[in-house]
């Protein structure tokens, strides 16, 4: 079955390290993205990324990282200058970046940092 | 810039009763329109879409029409059930150029719950 995988579904971190959380998808899509959830909001936009080895800033950028080394892959790295980094990560994917397409999402991962 | 705004939840209703949840969005040009749906501890699902004015999307009993004049894409339902239960989001994808492009802006969520 296609679809996308997130690992692991819940994260335990201490403040001050860095975690990665992965994203991989076999949709063979080119465009892949990943979102920030907090509890009463919508999903803001962290990093998006189109084609292979290039990605742009989202909205909340700052304290995250990519890399976009696969097609099928796009890991996030929430480092420890993210002030608030508890929250519940997406990540998505598109055939292209393409507006009328629709994104296709992970499961998620929850990420709790203490 | 963009922007969607959804109305305030939860929303609790009675299975087989009517539901709407208004959506009024903020765009230049042209933005593509979206309804996901999140059941609980799971990622985001497309419920319908709508790409131009007047369209009408649909699924599973849902649906939602593209009216430009009031930008709004409002979501109904003429009943629901228990099944139905979840968060449900509208979204916009920009048709502004540059990095902009195609970028998924959403609402803040509205939460649904149906008692049998």
């Known amino acids: 079955d296609g679809g996308i995988t997130q690992s692991p579904k819940y994260l335990f971190r201490k403040e001050g390290q860095n975690v990665t959380l992965s994203c991989e998808q076999n949709?063979?899509?080119?465009?892949m993205y990943w979102y920030r959830q907090d509890p009463g909001q919508g999903l803001r936009l962290i990093y998006y990324?189109?084609?292979?080895?290039?990605?742009q800033k989202g909205d909340i950028a700052e304290g995250y990282s990519v890399s976009r080394e696969k097609k099928e892959s796009f890991p996030l790295t929430v480092t420890s200058a993210q002030k608030n980094p508890t929250a519940f990560y997406l990540c998505?994917?598109?055939?292209?970046?393409?507006?009328?397409?629709?994104?296709?999402f992970g499961p998620g991962t929850r990420l709790t940092v203490t | 810039g963009d922007s969607v705004t959804q109305m305030e939840g939860p929303v609790t209703l009675s299975e087989e009763a009517f539901l709407t949840i208004n959506c009024t969005y903020t765009?230049?040009?042209?933005?593509?329109l979206f309804w996901y749906v999140q059941y609980p501890g799971e990622g985001l699902q497309l419920l319908l879409k709508?790409?131009?004015?007047?369209d009408k999307g649909s699924n599973k009993g849902f649906e939602a029409t593209y009216r430009k004049e009031t930008t709004s894409f409002h979501l109904e339902k003429g009943s629901v059930q228990v099944s139905d239960s979840a968060v449900y989001f509208c979204?916009?994808?920009?048709?502004?150029?540059?990095?902009?492009?195609?970028?998924?802006?959403f609402g803040q969520g509205t939460i649904l719950t149906v008692h049998p």
């Open positions: 990324s189109q084609i292979v080895n290039d990605f």
């Open positions: 709508a790409t131009k004015a007047d």
């Open positions: 949709l063979n899509h080119d465009a």
């Open positions: 979204a916009l994808t920009s048709n502004a150029g540059g990095t902009s492009y195609g970028k998924l802006t």
């Open positions: 765009a230049t040009g042209y933005p593509s």
């Open positions: 998505a994917s598109r055939v292209s970046h393409d507006r009328d397409y629709e994104q296709y």
